[in-house]
């Protein structure tokens, strides 16, 4: 089912509800601290486990001690969609269980 990109206003009500989650050009990009490597690690396999099931992929990188993504929907032009909110709503729920901040 092809997904429709995301108005300005529509991005911009959705991010009120994700903080830390900012538009970067047409990106939704999100940083997390974490307390290791291993930490962050351990992270970045279980967002990708998310995006696999999601069957929709972030850039996705490991730093020392973070974790870095970058996102939108290749499908709809490059644009922002609903997609782009469902994985960033559930790396939000994940995080905190990795204690990223
Ligand atoms: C065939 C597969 O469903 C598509 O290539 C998916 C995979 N992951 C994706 N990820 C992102 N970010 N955008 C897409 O359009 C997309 N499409």
Redesign the pocket.
């Known amino acids: 089912m092809p997904v429709e990109p995301l108005s300005q206003k529509e991005v911009e009500d959705r991010l009120a509800e994700l903080p830390g989650w900012s538009l970067d050009g047409d990106r939704l990009t999100r940083s997390y601290r974490l307390g290791s490597h291993f930490a962050a690690t351990a992270m970045v396999v279980h967002i990708a486990q998310v995006q696999e099931e999601l069957?929709?992929?972030?850039d996705l990188t490991l730093g020392y001690d973070t974790v870095s993504l970058s996102?939108?929907?290749?499908?709809?032009g490059g644009a922002v969609t609903e997609?782009?909110i469902e994985l960033a709503r559930k790396v939000e729920d994940l995080a905190p269980g990795h204690g990223a901040h």
């Open positions: 069957d929709h992929h972030s996102v939108h929907t290749h499908s709809a997609k782009d």
